[in-house]
């Protein structure tokens, strides 16, 4: 399967923390609703849906990723291929 997700390397949370450093010192989760997978970076130590990095959307009903809009209309993010 080809999926891909979004990065910005030069996010910073409220902390001064990078997405890299979240990644490391909170993990990730992968969320799931009526018809959408979702996987994401928490950006603080609540490891909350509503305080996180959302890192790639599937719609498994259709087997299709999900553009996430917010994110593609960012220059400064990077969307990768191919994971």
């Keep these: ?3 891909y997700y979004y990065w ?3 996010f910073k949370t409220k902390q001064n923390l990078t997405l890299k450093e979240c990644l490391e010192k ?3 989760t992968i969320a ?3 018809n959408f997978y979702y996987k ?3 950006l ?3 490891k909350s849906l509503g ?3 959302m890192l790639w959307a599937k719609d498994y009903v259709k087997d299709e990723n999900v553009a996430v ?3 593609e209309k960012n220059p400064d993010n990077i969307i990768r291929g191919d994971i």
Aim: net charge negative; proline share 0%; aromatic share 16%.
């Design 44 to 46: 603080d130590e609540n």
């Design 32 to 34: 799931k609703t009526k």
């Design 26 to 28: 909170y993990g990730t």
């Design 8 to 10: 910005d390397k030069e």
């Design 69 to 71: 809009t917010l994110y």
């Design 51 to 53: 305080n996180s990095w």
């Design 40 to 42: 994401v970076i928490f």
């Design 1 to 3: 399967m080809h999926s």
